[in-house]
């Protein structure tokens, strides 16, 4: 397994929608989603769902088991990560 597998909005971005020449909006108005949620998804500010990776196969564009497969790795991988020093979320709150 990859150590640091790419987000994959950014594989959506570079390997689907760049090299078929098509913008942003172009690539939302086919995938019949709105561009602001497939920015999100291609900003890493949102997960590849369920709903996207079926509107993704039912565009030819791979299955939806491997869009998963490579959202859950790059999960996992994320998770994997040491904590960052700056993290407060894992704090305890008593004194």
Same mark, same amino acid.
């Given at each position: @397994? @990859? +150590?640091?597998? %790419? $987000? %994959?909005? &950014?594989?959506? $971005?570079e ?10 909006? &172009? ?5 019949? @989603?709105? /561009? ?5 998804v291609?900003?890493g /500010? ?9 509107r993704? &196969? @039912?565009?030819?564009?791979s299955?939806? /088991?491997?869009?998963? #497969?490579?959202?859950t790795? $790059?999960?996992? #991988?994320? #998770? +994997?990560?040491? %904590? ?12």
């Open positions: @397994m @990859m +150590k640091n597998p %790419p $987000y %994959p909005g &950014e594989l959506l $971005y390997d689907v929608i760049t090299d078929l020449g098509l913008s942003v909006t &172009e690539a939302a108005d086919q995938l019949g @989603m709105s /561009r602001v949620a497939l920015s999100r291609l900003h /500010r949102a997960a590849i769902s369920t709903d996207l990776a079926l993704l &196969e @039912m565009a030819g564009i299955t939806a /088991r491997a869009w998963l #497969a490579i959202q790795n $790059y999960d996992l #991988a994320q #998770a +994997k990560q040491p %904590p960052t020093s700056h993290s407060c979320s894992e704090q305890s709150t008593s004194p």
